[in-house]
């Protein structure tokens, strides 16, 4: 069983001790308060830290200090008294102030420039000028001719394109060099060894 405090299990170096106050096994170098009390007849005894704490403490509570004379507690509950509380002090100053009470007008006038002052202040969107947009139509539309003069069609540039991108030139079993395509394999591409 190891020592209830630091939990080193006993050897010669490490003797068990147990505590007088609360009987639980400490080692030796644990248990190294020594208190007196009734409970023991006045006897010093060994006692671990929790006990020799309590022990401490009882002996403070039946001898308590009185480190404040009257008249500083006096003059420190005088004091106290003549802080307002906040409660009050808040209610007072709402209570004094009238409120006047905007007639209808006034509210749908206010409304009013709420509104005006909404839509003017939010931000307006900026077209591109008609130049820049006819510009940019006039050279997709050259390019297209192009490609359409090379014999290009939309549809082969995209295949090409994703081959390029998707296609690796070797072979998805191996990683040697790719030499045939499997149409029935959704068009993977093998070596040689590996097709057959």
């Given at each position: 069983m190891p020592c209830f405090q630091c939990g080193r299990d006993f050897t010669l170096l490490h003797r068990e001790a147990v505590c007088k106050g609360c009987n639980k096994i400490f080692c030796s170098k644990c248990l190294k308060y020594k208190t007196t009390s009734?409970?023991?007849?006045?006897?010093?005894?060994?006692?671990?830290?929790?006990?020799?704490?309590s022990a401490m403490n009882l002996f403070d509570s039946l001898f308590p200090t009185l480190d404040q004379s009257v008249d500083s507690l006096t003059y420190r509950l005088d004091k106290l008294k003549d802080v307002p509380s906040p409660g009050k002090v808040s209610s007072s100053l709402n209570l004094s102030v009238v409120d006047e009470v905007p007639s209808q007008e006034e509210l749908e006038e206010r409304l009013r420039k709420l509104k005006e002052k909404d839509v003017s202040d939010s931000p307006v969107e900026k077209l591109p000028d008609s130049g820049k947009v006819r510009n940019l139509i006039e050279q997709l539309t050259a390019e297209a001719k192009i490609d359409l003069a090379a014999g290009i069609t939309e549809q082969e540039m995209n295949i090409c394109a994703q081959r390029g991108e998707d296609e690796l030139p070797w072979c998805c079993v191996c990683n040697r060099n790719a030499q045939l395509r499997c149409?029935?394999?959704?068009?993977?591409?093998f070596c040689q060894s590996c097709y057959r």
């Open positions: 009734q409970k023991f007849n006045n006897k010093v005894v060994m006692v671990c830290f929790k006990c020799y704490d149409v029935d394999c959704d068009g993977d591409l």
